[in-house]
């Protein structure tokens, strides 16, 4: 165990303890980014005792608490050793003493929509701490927020999130959630009914505005010069923008220069298609709200067969839980799951092993041979856990079945180089590389 964990009514400060020195601040930063370490040392009150090596990170929201335990704990105990010669134990406490009551509730937001019930995986997870280190801190240095992917990937989601936090836990009372269609629809009443004045001032005083879907504004000049003023008013007032889009800033054409440079002047966060492990998790999720219990092959059917979009996920699963309620049935086998979903798989959508493989060659410049060869060098090492990482990301292979692909390696190498991938991914030359390739294999 890296790190564990206790909820205290009342923290006392600590003794003998110190802050975070800069030399470990320098390494942390240097392996894993600026937004890696406001999420885990920012957002927290953190302190270093020497004499018994021990890290104690103290944040009062369970969110943060559980992002930090699950993805950045043995990280930390890492870059400590590695800093200071000796292994450290990392704690994290709950304080329950953060949360603010709430009087009011902002009727636009999803209350469904949370950090707590947004399933988090490599896919998404960049954009997950992002959002919340927004939530922590709005108007701040993430702003403004700028969150782009395709259609059914969780943006929307991670934008309730933050409304939904702040309005609870931090008592922010104005809060505007709009699509940027009706922004340009609430624009084109306003001139028409005059009231031009009452709707800059509804939008330009709020304390949080989250704008969706922005590539509906492309090409529609006033909308733009509306919303660059807006940006502008609320930028200057320390007011948090979020905006989603289907792509990133960059590519929005037909959107004015100076619009686009305020896009681009905060973090831009990814969100890409969820990886086989997310999209397990993501089903696992929805079923706990119903009645009915899926084999695990069942799962795993869905999750190699629905990549692209977490609605077309979701609205598989539904097919068989509405099913299951009108034949009464309470268990879901495999093959009863391929007959229900026949018409929705799409035989000609499959990646497969030898897709993969492709990919993962011409990407790294290797052969297959120095590839499946027991080679230690480095630059085959680390493309051979990286084609491990993605038989089990993609496919969701089993690990003993990915060793006999390699050769009749065994499982717990195998499992050991899915895990070395899977916690690198906190690396950004590690994550470029997966992105890329993941890429590629959705283009061909």
Request: charged content about 30%; proline content about 3%; hydrophobic content about 35%.
């Amino acid at each position: 165990m890296f790190g564990t964990w206790r909820s205290w009514v009342q923290i006392p400060p600590p003794r003998n303890y110190y802050m975070i020195p800069q030399d470990f601040i320098d390494t942390f930063i240097e392996e894993l980014g600026q937004v890696a370490y406001d999420i885990c040392f920012n957002l927290s009150s953190t302190t270093l005792d020497f004499n018994s090596k021990v890290i104690k990170i103290i944040t009062n929201d369970k969110s943060l608490k559980d992002w930090i335990e699950n993805k950045y704990v043995p990280i930390i105990s890492e870059i400590l050793e590695k800093t200071y010669g000796e292994h450290w134990r990392v704690e994290l406490f709950l304080d329950t003493q953060g949360e603010l009551e709430t009087t009011e509730y902002n009727e636009q937001l999803n209350p469904f929509f949370t950090f707590e019930n947004f399933v988090v995986g490599n896919s998404n997870q960049f954009a997950y701490a992002a959002s919340l280190a927004v939530a922590q801190k709005p108007g701040k240095t993430y702003n403004p927020l700028f969150i782009y992917g395709s259609t059914g990937l969780g943006k929307t989601h991670l934008m309730h999130a933050i409304g939904n936090y702040l309005s609870r836990k931090k008592n922010t009372k104005k809060i505007i959630y709009i699509s940027s269609e009706k922004f340009v629809n609430d624009l084109i009443n306003s001139i028409k009914e005059k009231k031009i004045e009452d709707f800059r001032n509804k939008y330009r005083k709020s304390d949080l505005i989250l704008i969706d879907d922005i590539q509906f504004i492309v090409g529609k000049e006033r909308t733009q010069e509306e919303l660059f003023h807006t940006f502008n008013e609320l930028y200057l007032s320390n007011k948090q923008i979020v905006i989603t889009s289907d792509r990133s800033p960059k590519d929005l054409e037909g959107i004015e220069d100076r619009l686009r440079s305020r896009f681009q002047g905060g973090l831009i966060a990814d969100v890409q298609l969820p990886d086989f492990e997310t999209r397990k998790a993501i089903v696992k999720k929805k079923l706990e709200r119903y009645d009915i219990e899926l084999e695990d092959s069942v799962l795993d059917y869905l999750a190699q067969n629905f990549r692209d979009n977490v609605r077309e996920l979701e609205g598989a699963l539904l097919k068989i839980i509405a099913f299951s309620d009108i034949e009464n049935i309470k268990k879901v086998s495999l093959d009863k799951a391929k007959e229900i979903l026949k018409d929705l798989i799409d035989k000609n959508s499959q990646i497969d092993v030898e897709d993969i493989l492709e990919v993962v060659l011409n990407y790294f410049n290797i052969t297959k041979d120095e590839l499946f060869s027991n080679s230690r060098e480095k630059k085959i090492v680390y493309p051979r856990q990286v084609f491990t990482y993605l038989l089990r990301d993609i496919l969701g292979l089993p690990f003993k079945n990915i060793g006999n692909i390699l050769g009749g390696k065994d499982h717990t190498t195998v499992m050991h180089a899915y895990e070395k991938i899977n916690i690198m991914l906190a690396s950004p030359k590690v994550y470029n590389d997966i992105y890329s390739i993941k890429r590629i294999l959705n283009r061909n």
